[in-house]
């Protein structure tokens, strides 16, 4: 139904309305959308009960309360025989959605699903999540998350780079359909509401429209402020908070965003030397932690073989790494890499002015405009920051600089160690 709610859309009288507009093109798209979703779409409520078992369904709930009715009519009449059929077939349901549910659970382990597998696995063990320790009964903790998550920003006046000459990245109706249909419906949905399911399920009917936007901000080197908006998520590091750095700034942002990041950013990594920065081992593809221990570990015993030698090894941990970005010196590296000016100035604009809230509970911060670092969330940020890292290498032939990303420092050394 929804689906055609949009075929039937004539899409170009939003782009002639904007006059040219990028901001006011997006924001009334999305808007527009977003009201088909809440017409279109019904609200399902669904009741839970915090002893219910999984494979209790409504139709079990329902011979439930055949079978109350039929004994309580049964006690006041002196028979009993309804009560007896109610109760032969409430077992007989029980026992066939236990099969059922058996089956569902068993069929986890057959396939390659990853998350599959450890969902049947917390069926089995009956694993519950602990309680996020996030209290939402205090209404300033999110403006003091926000403030504290804001801490690298520099308050002067944003950047501006000379105006260039039209971007010549473009992108065609069937890219932009590609990465709707390939979108994780699971994902939460950003500030702007829209879901990644309606993108996914209607990849067909708004792959047009957004291929304009999308061009159109390339050409502009200017990202729309709605997809530059972001809700931050406080995510515990640790079961005991005790500091407001022990929580991780997850940002929810706009998911037709993530889709339009992600084709940029499958053009900027085809473009960059297959050179750069081997050592990288931090976002990207086929290499990982085991890999940066592997080398260093390799490094290391090669060198030990010399007589008399000896290695010296020094860990830095980052904090916050991706809010340490400066917008400014990062264009000025992908300038150096040979990325096209009107590329790398709307990297510039996807960068600054960015409104960021902290939501924990029901309580919302006040806005802030970021202009300093690049959202944890966001599919660029992980390429941004690699880029803005690249040039960190040794000087001497007899050092190595390895760089890699992970969770857990403590880990990381505990396996560099053994």
């Known amino acids: 139904m929804l689906q055609d709610c949009f075929e039937h859309v004539d899409w170009d009288m939003f782009r002639i309305a904007s006059d040219n507009n990028i901001d006011v093109y997006a924001d009334s798209v999305s808007e527009f959308i977003s009201k088909c979703i809440g017409d279109v779409v019904p609200i399902a409520n669904i009741k839970t009960f915090p002893n219910q078992k999984p494979w209790i369904d409504g139709s079990i709930r329902a011979k439930l309360k055949a079978r109350t009715t039929a004994f309580n009519q049964g006690k006041a009449t002196g028979n009993m025989f309804e009560y007896k059929q109610c109760s032969y077939s409430l077992r007989k349901a029980i026992k066939q959605a236990k099969r059922q549910y058996r089956d569902k659970v068993e069929s ?4 390659s699903d990853t998350r599959g597998m450890w969902q049947g696995l917390q069926s089995i063990t009956d694993y519950k999540k602990k309680a996020s320790p996030v209290a939402d009964h205090d209404v300033l903790l999110p403006d003091k998350l926000n403030n504290f998550f804001a801490r690298f920003e520099d308050n002067t006046v944003p950047p501006t780079r000379p105006a260039t000459k039209t971007c010549g990245l473009t992108f065609t109706a069937a890219n932009v359909r590609k990465t709707f249909k390939c979108v994780n419906p699971r994902k939460a949905a950003g500030p702007d509401g829209i879901p ?3 993108l996914r399920a209607c990849a067909d009917q708004l792959a047009g429209v957004f291929t304009d936007i999308f061009n159109q901000s390339l050409s ?4 729309p402020t709605c997809f530059k908006r972001a809700t931050i998520v406080p995510v515990p590091k640790k079961a005991k908070v005790t500091e407001l750095n022990d929580y991780r700034p997850v940002a929810l942002t706009s998911v037709i965003m993530k889709c339009f990041e992600r084709l940029v950013k499958d053009h900027i990594t085809s473009i960059l030397p297959d050179t750069l920065d081997p050592l990288q081992f931090a976002y990207r593809p086929n290499r990982s932690t085991d890999d940066a221990i592997a080398i260093t570990l390799h ?5 030990l073989d010399k007589r008399n030698t000896y290695v010296r090894m020094l860990f830095i941990d980052y904090s916050s790494a991706f809010n340490t970005i400066v917008p400014s010196k990062l264009v000025i590296k992908l300038e150096t890499l040979g990325l096209d000016p009107a590329l790398y100035n709307w990297v510039l604009d996807f960068l600054t002015g960015r409104s960021q809230v902290v939501r924990v509970g029901n309580n919302i911060s006040t806005p802030l405009i970021l202009n300093t670092g690049a959202p944890q969330g966001c599919v660029l940020s992980p390429l941004l920051y690699s880029l803005f890292t690249h040039d960190c290498v040794a000087k001497h032939a007899s050092n190595s600089i ?16 053994r």
């Open 220 to 223: 502009q080197s200017a990202v």
């Open 299 to 303: 490094t290391a015993l090669t060198h």
């Open 196 to 198: 990644g399911r309606v």
């Open 108 to 111: 986890q382990f057959n396939g």
């Open 402 to 417: 390895i760089k890699f990303a992970d969770d857990d420092y403590q880990q990381r050394r505990d396996g560099l160690q």
